[in-house]
């Protein structure tokens, strides 16, 4: 992974994308890749294509989903690198028209791990 030197942490997140079904990152997107968003999945996953080998993959922002994704399998998709890092600047600055959430609300997936 490389550092993308025209990231700017201080500016503002704009990107928010919801969804009621799943949410993809398709085979044409680049070799590399870093995306930068809210991205909510009411019945569905958040994941990578996997009909090709691609390099690294970097998500900085939020995501929910329903199932589980995931950016890469045994045939192809992000396999040299991935990193997933919650971006706090959501809790306060949302994307416009995001959900807001005041505090963290665990599921029953949390509740059942946590016992």
């Known amino acids: ?5 025209a990231y ?13 079904q799943d949410i993809t990152v398709t085979d044409s997107a680049p070799y590399n890749i ?9 019945e569905g996953k958040c994941d990578c ?12 922002g939020s995501m929910v989903e ?27 600055d949302p994307p416009p028209f995001y959900f807001v959430q005041e505090t963290p609300v665990f599921g029953a997936r949390w509740e059942l791990s946590s016992n």
Do not use: C, W
Request: proline share 3%; hydrophobic share 30%; glycine share 12%.
């Open 34 to 42: 870093e995306i930068q968003a809210a991205i909510f999945s009411a």
């Open 66 to 92: 329903r199932v589980a994704g995931g950016r890469y399998s045994e045939s192809g998709g992000y396999m040299k690198s991935g990193e997933y890092i919650y971006d706090e600047r959501f809790r306060n």
């Open 8 to 20: 700017d942490p201080g500016d503002p997140i704009h990107l928010g994308i919801i969804a009621s």
């Open 49 to 60: 294509d996997d009909t090709q080998s691609k390099g690294n993959f970097r998500f900085l």
């Open 1 to 5: 992974y490389r550092s993308n030197s």
